[in-house]
Nanobody
Framework: QVQLVESGGGSVQAGGSLRLSCQASGFTSSIYAMAWFRQAPGKEREGVALIGRDGWTFYANSVKGRFTISQDIPKNTLYLQMNSLKAEDTAMYSC???????????????WGQGTQVTVSS
């Protein structure tokens, strides 16, 4: 079992940047891939970005070119650098462990509790 704890959320003006972190603990040697998801009030959860243990990455079209997912495997830490933030990026962001290189919630085996990102225009 893997436990995940996010940090780094907050409030920022449109055009600004934030960096989210996700600390993993527990059976981290079992991790195949990790991802970031987000959910805004009244909307369905959306996959944001995914990274395989070998560094392969995938991004949702809505964040491509603005967000960067990365990982520090020895530190068991996942990151999401978010630049050029827009009001529509406002959501609860959660990190996740996934069983496949597919950015869909049905492949998630562990969730963090989430960190709020609010972008004001």
């Amino acid at each position: 079992q893997v436990q995940l704890v996010e940090s780094g959320g907050g409030s920022v003006q449109a055009g600004g940047s934030l960096r989210l972190s996700c600390q993993a603990s527990g059976f981290t040697s079992s991790i195949y891939a990790m991802a970031w998801f987000r959910q805004a009030p009244g909307k369905e959860r959306e996959g944001v970005a995914l990274i395989g243990r070998d560094g392969w990455t995938f991004y949702a079209n809505s964040v491509k070119g603005r967000f960067t997912i990365s990982q520090d495997i020895p530190k068991n830490t996942l990151y999401l650098q978010m630049n050029s933030l827009k009001a529509e990026d406002t959501a609860m962001y959660s990190c996740a462990v996934t069983r496949a290189l597919v950015l869909e919630a049905r492949y998630v085996s562990a969730w963090g509790q989430g960190t709020q990102v609010t972008v004001s225009s």
